[in-house]
């Protein structure tokens, strides 16, 4: 189903930059205990996200269909609230979606709104009428300003097109104890799925947060489930490896992980891992409150895009990074390029596939990189499935709970991002913040401070 190659991340092919045998055993060894810890937590039921393969889906399944006859859902959220389902919905739909056929699709188009751009949500009203679309707002905190203000936008077009029906034009996914959208849904009886409180933005994949709108467009939930649940009865060696290499090329001066997706279906399965891996690992103080100032730079890319945009850079450039491939064995379908010109620059290409063209692609930088002395490393799986799709999310929050006991940091708190909130709140006039509002003004740099040039 998957496989971890790191086969380029060792001394005997990239020298000092990669790890010797020695030094691979003795990070294994030293990263024992924070397995055993992460483990320790999971089985007394201290880590929500572990629990999430068990989960039992027929509720989601149940509002899901209440929503696939709309022609557009819309997906309200921001962070942990958006990026798993924009990388799910790249994978597993039909690369075109929105732009196929209704016929063919027979299911809603899904737009990921996760940002509050006057231009973006503006024209996204013009181009999806809010009476034919169902809009998911989605907040694990209930509380996240940009997605409160989406929602006032949508329920106020709503209201102006449908009055009270406004409601059936709503679902929302939050916390199920606390928070604005809980006692929202619960005020104006709106149908609500739960995040289970003990699963945090960036690790709720798995939760109805992707689920219910992968779901709406006919994935059904337990596939997805079912390949996390391998993953988690089979994978956690492997991520607990994957987390001891990328932690001990860190400690070697690799300081930036990228992730390259030789596959437009994983696109955005790097930009979701950044995110996870970013504001898990980027932590000021360590879990004995010492300031570390820990963390290593998430990197996205793509193959064979970005070859023409980064590759020289991972070649020549500093030799700080480890180049993490995303690879698929097998394409779901071909692509034949046919024989048209005689000439030497196309000749070559003219009856093999686009496939092929792509593996080769992958294999031509990994050789460049090996021999410029560039860690990197693959992680493969045989085909893009709902099954391989699941293990795939599961597999990087393990390893990345696992990276945070080994970097000594709390993996699922982030404190970085809530004063970034806090200071929003402040700024736009929240009641409760009047005070960080003043502080925000008595910061403000003085005109004999101010460096700007104007053209
Ligand atoms: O991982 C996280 O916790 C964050 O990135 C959140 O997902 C993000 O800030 C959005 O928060 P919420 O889902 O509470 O609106």
Same mark, same amino acid.
């Given at each position: 189903m998957f496989e971890f190659d790191y086969t380029?991340?060792?001394a005997s092919r990239v020298g000092e930059h990669g790890l010797t045998d020695a030094e691979w055993a003795a990070a294994l060894a030293a990263g024992?205990? #924070?397995?055993? #810890?992460?483990e320790k937590d999971a089985a007394a039921g201290k880590t929500g996200f572990r629990k999430l393969p068990k989960q039992d889906s027929t509720g989601i399944a149940r509002v899901a269909k209440s929503a696939a006859g709309f022609e557009n859902? #819309?997906?309200?959220?921001?962070?942990?609230?958006a990026l798993g389902t924009t990388a799910l919905a790249s994978a597993l739909l039909h690369p075109w979606w929105n732009f196929a056929a209704p016929e063919a699709r027979r299911a809603p188009r899904l737009f990921v709104l996760d940002n509050v751009d006057p231009e973006e949500i503006a024209g996204f009203l013009e181009i999806a009428l809010p009476e034919r679309t169902v809009y998911n707002v989605i907040s694990k905190s209930g509380e996240t300003a940009e997605t409160a203000a989406q929602l006032l936008i949508f329920v106020n077009a709503l209201k102006r097109r449908l009055g009270d029906r406004w409601r059936e034009h709503v679902i929302v996914t939050t916390d199920p104890e606390k928070g604005f959208l809980h006692h929202l849904a619960l005020r104006e009886k709106l149908p609500s799925l739960p995040v289970p409180p003990d699963v945090g933005g960036r690790f709720s994949a798995l939760t109805a947060v992707s689920l219910l709108p992968l779901a709406v467009c006919g994935v059904e939930p337990q596939r997805l489930l079912a390949g996390a649940a391998t993953v988690e009865e089979r994978g956690r060696d492997a991520a607990f490896k994957a987390a001891v290499l990328y932690t001990a090329l860190y400690? =070697?001066?690799k300081k930036i992980a990228v992730m390259m997706p030789y596959s437009r279906a994983l696109r955005d399965v790097a930009d979701w891992f950044r995110q996870l891996w970013a504001e898990s690992l980027g =932590?000021? =103080?360590s879990l004995d409150g010492k300031?570390?100032?820990e963390g290593q730079t998430p990197v996205k890319a793509l193959g064979a895009t970005d070859q023409h945009s980064q590759a020289q850079l991972y070649n020549e450039g500093p030799n700080d990074k480890l180049i993490a491939f995303l690879e698929v064995s097998r394409f779901r379908r071909p692509c034949p390029i046919p024989a048209v010109f005689e000439d030497d620059t196309c000749k070559f290409l003219g009856g093999k596939d686009l496939g092929e063209l792509l593996h080769a692609e992958k294999k031509g930088t990994e050789r460049a990189l090996t021999a410029n002395k560039r860690p990197n490393i693959t992680f493969r799986i045989e085909g893009v499935t709902p099954e391989t799709a699941g293990g795939m999310l599961h597999f990087f929050e393990l390893m990345t709970a696992y990276a945070g006991r080994i970097l000594n940091v709390n993996a699922f708190d982030q404190p970085g991002v809530e004063a970034a909130k806090h200071a929003t709140f402040a700024l736009m006039g929240r009641t409760g913040y009047e005070s960080l509002a003043k502080e925000i003004?008595?910061?403000a740099p003085a005109d004999t401070e101010r460096r700007v040039e104007r053209i």
């Open positions: 380029n991340a060792m024992r205990p #924070a397995f055993d #810890a992460v859902l #819309a997906v309200l959220g921001i962070g942990g609230s400690r =070697k001066g =932590k000021r =103080k300031d570390v100032y003004e008595r910061e």
